[in-house]
Protein backbone atom coordinates (compact mmCIF):
# COMPACT_ATOMS: atom_id res chain seq x y z
CA UNK A 1 0.00 0.00 0.00
CA UNK A 2 2.27 2.73 -1.05
CA UNK A 3 0.01 5.97 -0.95
CA UNK A 4 -3.78 6.75 0.35
CA UNK A 5 -6.78 8.10 -2.01
CA UNK A 6 -8.53 10.92 -0.34
CA UNK A 7 -12.60 11.62 -1.34
CA UNK A 8 -14.02 14.72 -0.54
CA UNK A 9 -17.76 14.91 0.33
CA UNK A 10 -18.10 18.44 0.19
CA UNK A 11 -22.41 19.21 0.43
CA UNK A 12 -24.14 15.88 1.39
CA UNK A 13 -27.77 16.38 1.50
CA UNK A 14 -28.29 16.52 5.61
CA UNK A 15 -27.37 19.72 6.47
CA UNK A 16 -29.12 22.80 5.78
CA UNK A 17 -27.44 26.30 4.32
CA UNK A 18 -28.95 28.13 7.26
CA UNK A 19 -27.02 26.14 9.81
CA UNK A 20 -23.89 25.32 7.96
CA UNK A 21 -22.96 28.73 6.26
CA UNK A 22 -19.85 27.59 4.73
CA UNK A 23 -21.21 24.45 2.67
CA UNK A 24 -21.33 24.92 -0.82
CA UNK A 25 -24.46 24.92 -2.36
CA UNK A 26 -23.92 26.23 -5.65
CA UNK A 27 -22.44 25.03 -8.77
CA UNK A 28 -19.61 28.17 -8.45
CA UNK A 29 -19.45 27.12 -4.83
CA UNK A 30 -18.80 23.48 -5.41
CA UNK A 31 -16.25 24.17 -8.14
CA UNK A 32 -14.43 26.27 -6.46
CA UNK A 33 -14.39 24.01 -3.89
CA UNK A 34 -13.40 21.38 -6.26
CA UNK A 35 -10.38 22.69 -6.97
CA UNK A 36 -8.82 23.95 -3.57
CA UNK A 37 -9.33 20.24 -2.52
CA UNK A 38 -7.45 18.86 -5.70
CA UNK A 39 -4.90 21.28 -4.64
CA UNK A 40 -4.38 20.46 -1.24
CA UNK A 41 -4.34 16.28 -2.13
CA UNK A 42 -7.95 15.05 -2.94
CA UNK A 43 -8.53 12.77 -6.15
CA UNK A 44 -12.24 12.22 -5.64
CA UNK A 45 -15.13 14.11 -5.66
CA UNK A 46 -18.63 12.40 -3.83
CA UNK A 47 -21.35 15.15 -5.22
CA UNK A 48 -24.97 15.87 -3.73
CA UNK A 49 -26.19 18.96 -5.34
CA UNK A 50 -28.60 21.76 -3.91
CA UNK A 51 -31.54 23.38 -6.19
CA UNK A 52 -31.58 27.41 -6.14
CA UNK A 53 -33.15 27.31 -2.33
CA UNK A 54 -29.97 25.00 -1.34
CA UNK A 55 -32.53 22.06 -0.88
CA UNK A 56 -30.97 18.75 -2.10
CA UNK A 57 -31.96 17.69 -5.50
CA UNK A 58 -31.56 15.25 -7.68
CA UNK A 59 -32.26 17.56 -11.16
CA UNK A 60 -31.37 15.67 -14.15
CA UNK A 61 -30.14 19.46 -15.56
CA UNK A 62 -28.73 20.51 -12.59
CA UNK A 63 -26.07 17.24 -12.53
CA UNK A 64 -25.26 17.09 -15.60
CA UNK A 65 -24.35 20.72 -15.52
CA UNK A 66 -22.46 19.99 -12.40
CA UNK A 67 -20.52 17.10 -13.65
CA UNK A 68 -19.65 19.17 -16.99
CA UNK A 69 -18.52 21.93 -14.42
CA UNK A 70 -16.20 19.89 -12.53
CA UNK A 71 -14.75 18.12 -15.63
CA UNK A 72 -13.90 21.34 -16.86
CA UNK A 73 -12.24 22.86 -14.17
CA UNK A 74 -10.69 19.94 -12.01
CA UNK A 75 -8.87 16.35 -12.98
CA UNK A 76 -10.76 15.54 -9.73
CA UNK A 77 -12.86 12.26 -10.64
CA UNK A 78 -16.28 12.69 -10.41
CA UNK A 79 -18.39 10.44 -8.39
CA UNK A 80 -22.29 11.24 -8.33
CA UNK A 81 -24.36 10.11 -5.18
CA UNK A 82 -27.27 7.76 -6.38
CA UNK A 83 -28.52 7.90 -2.68
CA UNK A 84 -29.69 11.42 -2.76
CA UNK A 85 -31.39 12.22 0.18
CA UNK A 86 -33.76 9.78 2.48
CA UNK A 87 -36.83 11.01 0.77
CA UNK A 88 -35.81 10.74 -2.65
CA UNK A 89 -37.35 8.25 -4.42
CA UNK A 90 -36.00 4.96 -6.52
CA UNK A 91 -36.67 5.97 -9.67
CA UNK A 92 -34.45 9.52 -9.62
CA UNK A 93 -31.82 7.43 -7.77
CA UNK A 94 -31.59 5.66 -10.88
CA UNK A 95 -31.63 8.65 -13.30
CA UNK A 96 -28.32 10.06 -11.47
CA UNK A 97 -26.60 7.71 -14.11
CA UNK A 98 -27.98 9.58 -16.99
CA UNK A 99 -25.69 12.61 -16.10
CA UNK A 100 -22.86 10.09 -17.24
CA UNK A 101 -20.52 10.18 -14.27
CA UNK A 102 -17.69 7.98 -13.90
CA UNK A 103 -18.31 7.08 -10.75
CA UNK A 104 -21.42 6.63 -8.74
CA UNK A 105 -21.81 5.64 -5.44
CA UNK A 106 -24.09 2.42 -4.33
CA UNK A 107 -24.94 1.57 -1.17
CA UNK A 108 -25.21 -2.06 -0.28
CA UNK A 109 -28.55 -2.22 2.20
CA UNK A 110 -31.03 -0.48 4.11
CA UNK A 111 -30.03 1.26 7.14
CA UNK A 112 -31.78 3.22 9.78
CA UNK A 113 -30.58 6.78 9.53
CA UNK A 114 -31.05 9.20 12.08
CA UNK A 115 -34.84 9.53 12.42
CA UNK A 116 -35.53 8.47 8.20
CA UNK A 117 -34.70 5.08 7.38
CA UNK A 118 -32.28 4.94 3.95
CA UNK A 119 -33.96 2.61 1.89
CA UNK A 120 -32.14 0.38 -0.75
CA UNK A 121 -34.05 -2.80 -1.28
CA UNK A 122 -31.94 -5.93 -2.54
CA UNK A 123 -33.74 -5.52 -6.25
CA UNK A 124 -32.55 -1.60 -6.21
CA UNK A 125 -29.37 -2.58 -5.78
CA UNK A 126 -28.90 -4.87 -8.36
CA UNK A 127 -30.82 -2.44 -10.84
CA UNK A 128 -28.34 -0.09 -10.06
CA UNK A 129 -25.32 -2.24 -10.06
CA UNK A 130 -26.41 -3.66 -13.55
CA UNK A 131 -27.09 0.01 -15.37
CA UNK A 132 -23.33 0.59 -13.63
CA UNK A 133 -22.21 -2.03 -15.92
CA UNK A 134 -23.47 -1.20 -18.87
CA UNK A 135 -22.43 2.06 -19.08
CA UNK A 136 -19.42 1.49 -17.57
CA UNK A 137 -19.23 3.79 -14.56
CA UNK A 138 -17.35 2.50 -11.79
CA UNK A 139 -19.49 2.57 -8.65
CA UNK A 140 -18.20 2.74 -4.82
CA UNK A 141 -19.64 0.79 -2.75
CA UNK A 142 -21.19 2.24 0.67
CA UNK A 143 -21.32 0.46 3.59
CA UNK A 144 -23.31 1.22 6.64
CA UNK A 145 -23.45 -1.84 8.70
CA UNK A 146 -21.21 -5.15 8.45
CA UNK A 147 -23.81 -7.31 7.23
CA UNK A 148 -24.09 -5.01 4.01
CA UNK A 149 -20.42 -6.44 2.98
CA UNK A 150 -22.14 -9.80 2.91
CA UNK A 151 -24.64 -8.67 0.42
CA UNK A 152 -21.42 -6.67 -1.72
CA UNK A 153 -20.09 -10.36 -1.84
CA UNK A 154 -23.69 -12.17 -2.89
CA UNK A 155 -24.29 -9.03 -5.57
CA UNK A 156 -20.55 -9.70 -7.25
CA UNK A 157 -21.15 -13.50 -6.83
CA UNK A 158 -24.41 -13.23 -8.96
CA UNK A 159 -24.38 -10.61 -11.14
CA UNK A 160 -20.47 -9.97 -11.85
CA UNK A 161 -17.44 -7.70 -11.17
CA UNK A 162 -18.22 -4.07 -11.98
CA UNK A 163 -16.58 -2.01 -14.75
CA UNK A 164 -13.46 -2.29 -14.90
CA UNK A 165 -12.95 -5.20 -12.47
CA UNK A 166 -12.15 -3.65 -10.02
CA UNK A 167 -13.73 -3.67 -6.74
CA UNK A 168 -13.87 -0.27 -3.89
CA UNK A 169 -15.40 0.17 -1.27
CA UNK A 170 -16.48 2.83 1.14
CA UNK A 171 -17.10 2.14 5.34
CA UNK A 172 -19.53 4.86 6.20
CA UNK A 173 -19.35 4.88 10.12
CA UNK A 174 -21.29 6.63 12.87
CA UNK A 175 -24.51 7.13 11.30
CA UNK A 176 -27.19 6.65 14.04
CA UNK A 177 -28.72 3.56 13.18
CA UNK A 178 -25.57 2.06 10.97
CA UNK A 179 -22.36 0.67 12.40
CA UNK A 180 -20.40 2.64 15.38
CA UNK A 181 -17.27 4.73 14.20
CA UNK A 182 -14.67 2.53 15.94
CA UNK A 183 -11.36 0.95 15.52
CA UNK A 184 -13.10 -2.09 16.32
CA UNK A 185 -15.93 -1.79 13.72
CA UNK A 186 -13.66 -0.78 11.60
CA UNK A 187 -11.19 -3.78 11.48
CA UNK A 188 -14.28 -6.34 11.52
CA UNK A 189 -14.63 -4.58 8.25
CA UNK A 190 -11.17 -4.88 7.18
CA UNK A 191 -11.56 -8.87 7.98
CA UNK A 192 -15.10 -9.16 5.87
CA UNK A 193 -13.03 -7.08 2.87
CA UNK A 194 -10.98 -10.14 2.42
CA UNK A 195 -13.62 -12.60 1.73
CA UNK A 196 -14.12 -9.62 -1.79
CA UNK A 197 -12.16 -10.31 -4.41
CA UNK A 198 -8.53 -9.93 -4.18
CA UNK A 199 -7.59 -6.40 -4.55
CA UNK A 200 -10.97 -4.84 -3.27
CA UNK A 201 -9.90 -1.66 -1.78
CA UNK A 202 -11.70 0.71 0.96
CA UNK A 203 -11.74 3.89 2.20
CA UNK A 204 -13.39 4.76 5.35
CA UNK A 205 -15.35 7.86 7.11
CA UNK A 206 -16.57 8.65 10.26
CA UNK A 207 -19.77 11.15 10.89
CA UNK A 208 -19.36 13.64 13.26
CA UNK A 209 -17.16 13.17 16.35
CA UNK A 210 -15.75 9.30 14.98
CA UNK A 211 -14.44 11.45 11.91
CA UNK A 212 -10.70 11.34 13.32
CA UNK A 213 -10.97 7.89 15.25
CA UNK A 214 -12.39 6.35 11.98
CA UNK A 215 -9.47 8.74 9.98
CA UNK A 216 -6.67 6.79 12.01
CA UNK A 217 -7.96 3.35 11.74
CA UNK A 218 -8.35 3.66 8.30
CA UNK A 219 -4.69 4.70 7.82
CA UNK A 220 -3.36 2.03 9.99
CA UNK A 221 -5.57 -0.78 8.57
CA UNK A 222 -4.45 0.41 5.03
CA UNK A 223 -7.99 1.66 3.87
CA UNK A 224 -8.03 4.95 2.27
CA UNK A 225 -10.26 8.17 3.53
CA UNK A 226 -13.41 10.01 2.67
CA UNK A 227 -13.88 13.50 4.36
CA UNK A 228 -16.12 16.44 4.01
CA UNK A 229 -18.96 18.65 5.30
CA UNK A 230 -21.24 15.97 3.80
CA UNK A 231 -20.02 13.82 7.20
CA UNK A 232 -17.87 16.10 9.75
CA UNK A 233 -19.42 19.75 10.33
CA UNK A 234 -17.43 20.18 13.53
CA UNK A 235 -13.59 20.52 13.65
CA UNK A 236 -12.96 20.12 17.11
CA UNK A 237 -14.95 20.45 20.01
CA UNK A 238 -16.78 23.84 19.98
CA UNK A 239 -15.12 24.39 16.43
CA UNK A 240 -17.05 24.55 13.58
CA UNK A 241 -15.90 23.66 10.25
CA UNK A 242 -14.68 26.42 8.25
CA UNK A 243 -14.22 24.51 4.64
CA UNK A 244 -13.97 21.22 3.50
CA UNK A 245 -9.92 22.32 2.30
CA UNK A 246 -9.57 22.56 6.56
CA UNK A 247 -10.44 19.26 6.60
CA UNK A 248 -8.73 17.70 3.58
CA UNK A 249 -5.90 20.08 4.94
CA UNK A 250 -5.88 17.80 8.16
CA UNK A 251 -6.95 14.27 5.96
CA UNK A 252 -3.52 15.02 3.84
CA UNK A 253 -1.61 15.96 7.10
CA UNK A 254 -2.70 12.33 8.40
CA UNK A 255 -1.69 10.12 5.19
CA UNK A 256 1.55 11.85 4.75
CA UNK A 257 2.49 11.10 8.76
CA UNK A 258 1.45 7.69 7.89
CA UNK A 259 3.83 7.91 4.97
CA UNK A 260 1.10 6.93 2.63
CA UNK A 261 0.67 10.56 1.33
CA UNK A 262 -1.88 11.21 -1.32
CA UNK A 263 -2.60 9.91 -4.70
CA UNK A 264 -3.12 11.79 -7.49
CA UNK A 265 -5.97 11.71 -9.69
CA UNK A 266 -4.35 10.01 -12.05
CA UNK A 267 -2.96 7.23 -9.76
CA UNK A 268 -6.67 6.26 -8.16
CA UNK A 269 -8.12 6.17 -11.79
CA UNK A 270 -5.16 3.54 -12.10
CA UNK A 271 -5.86 1.78 -8.55
CA UNK A 272 -9.53 2.18 -9.24
CA UNK A 273 -9.76 0.68 -12.78
CA UNK A 274 -10.99 4.14 -13.98
CA UNK A 275 -10.56 4.97 -17.69
CA UNK A 276 -8.09 8.66 -17.75
N1 LIG B 1 -27.67 11.07 2.12
C1 LIG B 1 -27.78 9.70 2.51
C2 LIG B 1 -29.23 9.34 2.72
C3 LIG B 1 -24.71 8.24 -0.92
O1 LIG B 1 -24.37 9.37 -1.17
O2 LIG B 1 -24.73 7.35 -1.75
C4 LIG B 1 -27.21 8.77 1.52
C5 LIG B 1 -25.82 9.01 1.14
C6 LIG B 1 -25.13 7.88 0.47
O3 LIG B 1 -25.23 10.06 1.31
ZN1 LIG C 1 -23.36 10.91 -0.05
Request: with cysteine; charged share 20%; proline share 6%.
Amino acid sequence: MTGTVITVAPTGAESSKADVPALPVTLDELVATAKECEALGAAIIHVHIRDAEAEPTLDQGRLRDTVRALRESTGLIVQLSSGGAVTDPEGDRLAVLDAGPEMASCTMGTVNFGDGVFLNRWEFIVDLHTRMQERGIVPEYEIFDLGQLTTLQRLLGKHGLPSGGHVHVDLVMGVPGGMPGTAAALVACEQAIRDLPEGTTFSATGIGRSTIPVMLASLSAGGHLRVGMEDTITYAKGRPVESNMQLVARAVGFAQLAQRPPLTARETRELLGIPA
